[in-house]
């Protein structure tokens, strides 16, 4: 049984451009999060889904941000236009309802 | 605001010696508690999860909650090398949901 899966592992973007992060969540979970890490900090949750369903978007930033969980397919971060305060690690978990949040390997997202 | 404290350490202990780290979080509706460990580099890795007061305990590993005192802790016995890591502790409401991670206690095993 394969783990949560996210590609790619390290993402370099120019200013302005789009970063698209991608999480297949483990087999059997239908639930999603989005963490972000930055350096020395903690992990700040960014916004949780089910299938083609937002639940909980509060720690998304209002702006250049979104994310979606499609009937098919991986769930996918979207940040647009990015800067370099948008350079972090970028984790996806996964649950079960109602059980303990897995976690996948990160995104590494760095601007330049 | 809804807070996860914990000492950012670093925590030094011997090998073979027993490692406490501790908790404290201000969300009263929180009903659920997850330690982690992150190696540098690398994502959070689930170690125990506990949802009612009192002690759980898995291998070397040991789990205390006391909801009355808003405290969670983690105890590692028979310290290893390997233990290094930074340890983070998160509550939320209910399952994985949401979880407030606090910024995580740097634990050093020495030889």
């Known amino acids: 049984n394969a783990g949560v899966m996210q590609n790619p592992r390290h993402l370099v973007r120019r200013r302005g451009q789009e970063a698209r992060l991608r999480c297949s969540p483990m087999?059997?979970?239908?639930?999603v999060y989005w963490y972000r890490q930055l350096p020395e900090e903690g992990l700040k949750f960014m916004v949780y889904?089910?299938?083609?369903?937002?639940?909980?978007e509060s720690g998304m930033p209002k702006e250049r941000f979104s994310a979606e969980f499609p009937k098919e397919g991986p769930s996918i971060l979207r940040i647009q236009q990015v800067v370099r305060g948008d350079s972090a690690a970028y984790f996806c978990?996964?649950?079960?309802?109602?059980?303990?949040?897995?976690f996948g390997q990160g995104t590494r997202l760095t601007v330049v | 605001q809804k807070e996860v404290e914990q000492n950012s350490g670093p925590l030094s202990v011997p090998e073979g010696a027993i490692a406490s780290l501790n908790c404290t979080y201000s969300?009263?509706?929180?009903?659920?508690f997850f330690w982690y460990r992150q190696y540098s580099g690398k994502s959070p890795e689930l170690i125990m999860s506990i949802y009612s007061n009192g002690d759980k305990e898995d291998g070397r590993f040991t789990a205390q909650l006391n909801k009355a005192s808003q405290y969670v802790s983690l105890l590692i016995r028979d310290s290893q090398p390997s233990d290094s890591a930074t340890y983070l502790c998160a509550g939320g409401p209910g399952g994985g949901n949401k979880l407030t991670f606090g910024t995580g206690t740097q634990l050093k095993v020495e030889l």
């Open positions: 889904l089910q299938k083609e369903n937002i639940i909980d």
């Open positions: 978990a996964s649950s079960s309802d109602r059980e303990q949040a897995f």
């Open positions: 087999k059997g979970h239908s639930h």
């Open positions: 969300d009263r509706g929180s009903q659920s």
